[in-house]
């Protein structure tokens, strides 16, 4: 099935068991040179699939989501003699999908790029939007652009050589959604070979509706952090030992707990999320002192000058944006 995203520039994602073996085909109509870009553990699987294109393979890992690589990916580029008719592959997960178009938006100013995401976190999430960037100094995606794919091809076939603490990942970034859209039922048995690609469609929906109302992250796109600010910190703490996504659920967690202490939640309604969190085994504890999680929130981007605006849920399906200080959030935490 096909979903168009109508952002500035529209697109559309792709999302076909097999998909990727008709991405050849779809690139020959971009230009006359492709480099695709792909991690350590991607590019041996997948890489084949692309026969006539440079390719470039990058360390796996968010500790490798940095400048560096990014530097790579352009002296790559240019070595190649890439010019802005040609077009950049991020063929893995969020990690090289977020520097391979980053790295795609700058070169000479912005050439092509086409996202194939291999991870559900990617799929579900972070190949649709057009954020891309690196961490910098400690921070997560610091530096980065917004840059809308020219195509988004997503083979949930990929799925089956992804690791089950990869799927857990993913499924931190999907209990987000039905939060978000108070959907539980996507939920269920949404990796079966009947449903996979449905869950994925109805997952890039829901990104896609926040997306078109508010692409530069200005308003309701907000909503998308919920788990984020507090998650960022806890991935952080755990020196990225903790993945992305599970943070994240791990930071709805958080946010549940602050939104009952700030009366945006009742108690009975935390409980209805904490027990969706429960039913996909996303962890309890944070095993943090309250002064480092603090200090490691204040680095969030969303930040401002008088306090950090939290998605805090009132219930499933309702998010609230609060602003709160430094000394509201530690007294909640
Ligand atoms: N741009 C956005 O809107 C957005 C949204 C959410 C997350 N993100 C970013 O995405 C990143 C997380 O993405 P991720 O969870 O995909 O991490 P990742 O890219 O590190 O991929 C996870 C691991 O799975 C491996 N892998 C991926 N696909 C595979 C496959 N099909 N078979 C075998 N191994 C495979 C990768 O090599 C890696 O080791 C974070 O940096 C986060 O900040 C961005
Ligand atoms: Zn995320």
Known sequence: MTIKICASTP????IEKGALDKTEELLKGYGSKVLVVSDSNVMPIYGSKFNNAYKLTIKAGEKH???????????????????RS????????????????????IYMRGIRYVACPTSLLAMIDSSVGGKTGVDFLGSKNMVGSFYQPSCVVCDTECLKTLPEREIKNGMGEAVKYAV?????????DCLSADKVEGFVAKCVTAKKEIVEADEKDK?????????????????????????HGVAVAMG??????????????????????????????MPKAIEY??????????????????????????KLGVCKIVNMTKQEVLKLL
């Open 289 to 314: 002192k309250k002064e480092d999680f603090i200090d490691a929130i204040w680095l969030d981007k969303k930040r401002t000058a008088d306090g950090v605006n939290l998605v805090l849920p009132e």
């Open 219 to 243: 308003g309701v796109r907000a909503l998308l952090n919920l788990g984020h600010t507090f998650g960022h910190a806890i991935e952080k703490l755990s020196r990225f030992k903790i993945s």
């Open 65 to 83: 989501k940095n400048l560096k690589t990014i530097e790579l990916i352009l002296k790559t580029l240019q070595n190649e003699g890439f010019t």
């Open 86 to 105: 040609d077009t950049v592959v991020g063929l893995g997960g969020g990690v090289v999908g977020d520097m391979a178009a980053f790295a795609a938006s």
């Open 252 to 281: 709805i967690r958080v946010a549940t707990k602050v939104a009952v202490g700030a009366k945006v939640a009742t108690k009975e309604n935390a409980e209805k999320i904490e027990g969706l969190l429960d039913r996909y085994f």
């Open 11 to 14: 697109y559309e994602v792709i």
């Open 180 to 188: 978000l859209t108070g959907d539980e039922e996507m939920l269920s």
